[in-house]
């Protein structure tokens, strides 16, 4: 297994085309594909709905100010923001964070490894739709997640249907047979059996199935650091592109 986190993990994936071209059109067809030819498919048209029935029964669990790492075009921070709850989502890819503007929901263009406000003291975090794959390296995820939530404070995580446990690198395709499209970058799959193995330090709050996807729950035993809190201004932006589709910049702040 990798234990190599770049500074900005996630940023091959912010430069990979073809998302930015799914996520524009609303669909796929879009896959990561290992070096060995194996696809796992997107649900590029899922992300960009509405938060469905699993979806809000997700957020119905989720306690006060909500952190979604690797919110994608948008989909559950605008539930959020639509049930009047405090909410943020990040993304390493503009277009994805300029679609969720659009949708009135809150973002910032920044990886999870990079400074992010708030830190220590969101109640609830979320890694869904496969995120706790950024990075390559659940560890090291996970050991991140507890920096940035208050002590006891809630992260649910979407797990692979799969019992996996599998670290490797990806790049993001649109055919089958594409070999090659932009830079390789680490990820990772983990079921929920491998997932409750990892989480040392963590509380098991629940795990449950719904809709053919599976989820955990985990509460942070250990105190955080303080900074900022999540409704502070620095949480808050109101900033939209005006040409989600044309790459333009989201301003970090």
Known sequence: MSTAVPVRAGDEWAGADPYAVALCAGRGPLFLRRDDGWLLPLEVERWCRRADRVDRDVLDRCEGAVLDVGCGP????????????????????????????????????????????????????????????????????????????????????????????EHTQVRVVRHLGTRTAGTSFPWARLGTPALLHRAQGWETAAHWTAGGRRFVALRSRSASSSAEPPNSTAVITSQRPRDPCADTPVAKR
């Open 74 to 165: 948008g989909r559950l921070i605008a539930e959020l923001a639509a049930r009047g709850r405090t909410a943020l989502g990040i993304d390493v890819h503009r277009t994805a964070v300029a679609r969720a503007l659009r949708l009135g929901g809150r973002a910032l263009c920044r990886s999870v490894f990079e400074p992010l406000p708030g830190e220590g003291r969101w109640d609830t975090a979320l890694l869904m739709d496969g995120n706790i794959g950024i990075g390559g390296n659940a560890d090291v995820l996970l050991a991140r997640m507890k920096g940035l939530l208050r002590s006891g404070g809630l992260l649910i995580t979407e797990t692979d249907p799969a019992d996996v446990d």
